[in-house]
């Protein structure tokens, strides 16, 4: 026991600690698509609005709990680099983002989804029911 200098009566252990996940790691969050009615991960219709989820996380893995983060989404064109769209990003404000994109041209295009200027690495098979809220 701890008594924290409050006399025997006041001992102040066990006591309750509170721990939050620490700041965002880019390497560690991860995007990911519904499938309903495709996994806008991997494919596309040209002029439809596409939706990839971002769960940002800590260095150990825990999922964030707040937003704030730079979340930027970048879609171009591998047949001329000049074409690029960027995605619309929502910060839900509790580690989640939601990132909406519309491509009006048909084509092959690289995703590069990064948070704070640094790659988001991992893309995970499409959603659980979490992302309809």
Same mark, same amino acid.
């Given at each position: 026991?701890?008594?924290?200098?409050?006399?025997?009566?006041? /001992?102040?252990?066990? &006591?309750?600690?509170?721990?939050?996940? %620490?700041?965002?790691? $880019?390497?560690?969050? +991860?995007?990911?698509?519904?499938?309903?009615?495709?996994? *806008?991960?991997?494919? #596309?219709? #040209?002029?439809?609005?596409?939706?990839? &989820?971002?769960?940002? /996380?800590?260095? @150990?893995? *825990?999922?964030?709990?707040?937003?704030?983060? !730079?979340? /930027? $989404?970048?879609?171009?064109?591998?047949?001329?680099?000049?074409?690029? @769209?960027? %995605? *619309?990003?929502?910060?839900?404000?509790? %580690?989640?983002?939601?990132?909406? !994109?519309?491509?009006?041209?048909?084509? *092959? !295009?690289?995703?590069?989804?990064?948070? %704070?200027? +640094?790659?988001?690495? !991992?893309?995970?098979?499409?959603?659980?029911?979490?992302?309809?809220?």
């Amino acid at each position: 026991d701890i008594y924290c200098g409050l006399g025997q009566d006041k /001992k102040c252990s066990p &006591f309750r600690l509170s721990v939050i996940p %620490g700041a965002a790691v $880019a390497s560690n969050c +991860e995007a990911e698509s519904s499938s309903n009615p495709i996994d *806008n991960l991997v494919e #596309a219709r #040209a002029g439809d609005t596409g939706k990839i &989820f971002l769960q940002a /996380k800590d260095s @150990y893995g *825990n999922n964030r709990i707040s937003g704030g983060d !730079y979340v /930027k $989404a970048l879609f171009t064109s591998v047949s001329n680099h000049d074409i690029q @769209y960027r %995605g *619309n990003i929502m910060d839900t404000n509790d %580690g989640r983002y939601i990132i909406s !994109y519309s491509i009006p041209m048909a084509g *092959n !295009y690289i995703v590069s989804i990064t948070l %704070g200027d +640094e790659p988001v690495k !991992y893309c995970v098979r499409p959603s659980d029911p979490r992302w309809d809220s």
